[in-house]
């Protein structure tokens, strides 16, 4: 019987759930992979039983049996909480008890159960903030190859961050460390992000962001700006400003060689969206900043599914 691996790559806006085998890693081929919206209606375990469900789907896909499964690799959009020292989400693109009615999420959670379901099946399960596996399958497999001080960013839904120092993946007490979407880079709050800040970065900047910010959806704007619009041009501008200032506060707090850029926003966009943000770091204190460049992902907009990969080889190993 062929052991596997469940891969689960858990954003504001989907889910993926793969299969991988021992060939997987050398391959870069993932099995049966089924994605849909996340759940976010119902009871607060409504992800979880989602998630083993689709487990469930892709095993069926592929004749194969829950036995089979040797570990489970979360990779999710965070905040993360701990009960009992089992990871629950506090993720603001998920839980719309965070920020309340006014972000328009279908349910009141202050979290949403994730680990304690889906060890009750599967014990060997490591869950990680989705920036954290991506982190580290870009270190394995992708743009960060060699590199001991990087980190990866994602602009997509949300804004997060998997940050490396020394050869060292920081996790923080809660295993939230790379929350940087959630600081304050500008004086303007006319955006309610679904933590409950108002004007912080994923506020401003993320794709769900933008469209409540400048009443167009994001792929509209870019559409606009690549045309010559003069307002959507200054709107991109703006955005990557902001995401510009991040990025530049993570080169000088943390002293970076690289960082490695993916979600959804930025990859369709990279052409447009990469020069705006170097301009926000190249020479600004030189000392710091120079010898850091920023670079899109290697594994492009695989880089959730592999990230869970990466999740389930160290689950494996630690079993």
Known sequence: MNSLHACVDIGGTKVAVSLADAQSAATRTLHARI?????????????AQQILRLIDASLAQMGALRSQVQSVGISSCGPFVLNQGLVELAAPNVCGGLAGKARGLPNDWQTALLQ???????????????????????????????MSHCAYVTWSTGIGMGLCVDGHVLRGKNGNAGHAGHMFVSDNNDALCGCGNIGDLEGLVAGNAMERRFRSDAATIFIAARAGNTPAKAQIESVSRDMGRALYNLIVTLDLQRISLGGSVFWHNQDMLLPLLQREIDGKLPSLTDGCELVPAGLGLQVGDFGALALTRAAASAA
């Open 35 to 47: 994605a849909e919206p996340t759940a976010k209606e119902g009871a607060n375990d409504a992800l």
């Open 116 to 146: 304690a379901p889906i060890a009750a099946i599967y014990p060997n399960v490591r869950v990680e903030n989705d920036c954290i596996g991506a982190l580290e399958a870009e270190r394995q497999w992708g743009a960060l190859q060699g």
